[in-house]
């Protein structure tokens, strides 16, 4: 007898956490969320002498329907400098994140990701690419 009064309130507690998570979705939808859309996810800095910094502006525009704030970008690589602020891009409207590759000490080709964390459903990766040349480190074939 216990132990179906037992799984009697286990089944109710499982019931009342699903309906209220239902609840805050449905608050979510109400509210509105917002989407982040780059014009470009990668892009190609080309080829690059050893020492050299190139910079590149990666266009994003919020798609959703509430406000959207970019709230951290982390890149995988410390060539890499991000920029970009933490005012809230309306609905419609346009951002950008600045992203800075060092190439100092690199060589060959590169390839660094930057990891782009807002209030949007989920985080967004932003991939560059270089082809160092490096004369201390070249290789000969």
């Not at 309130?9 to 109400?30: D, L, P, R, V």
């Not at 951290?72 to 309306?90: H, I, P, Q, T």
């Amino acid at each position: 007898m216990k132990i179906y009064f037992l799984i009697g309130i286990i089944i109710f507690c499982f019931s009342c956490a699903e309906k209220k998570q239902q609840q805050e979705s449905g608050n979510k939808t109400a509210k509105g969320t917002p989407e982040i859309k780059f014009d470009e996810e990668m892009h190609d800095f080309g080829k690059l002498t050893a020492g050299e910094t190139a910079v590149f502006s990666f266009v994003y525009t919020n798609t959703g329907n509430s406000d959207l704030i970019v709230e951290n970008a982390e890149s995988d690589c410390g060539c890499v400098r991000v920029y970009f602020s933490k005012s809230s891009v309306k609905p419609n409207e346009k951002g950008k994140i600045e992203v800075e590759f060092d190439s100092s000490g690199l060589f060959g080709r590169q390839l660094k990701t930057i990891e782009i964390q807002s209030n949007c459903k989920e985080t967004k990766q932003l991939v560059i690419f270089a082809e160092v040349k490096n004369e201390l480190f070249e290789i000969k074939s």
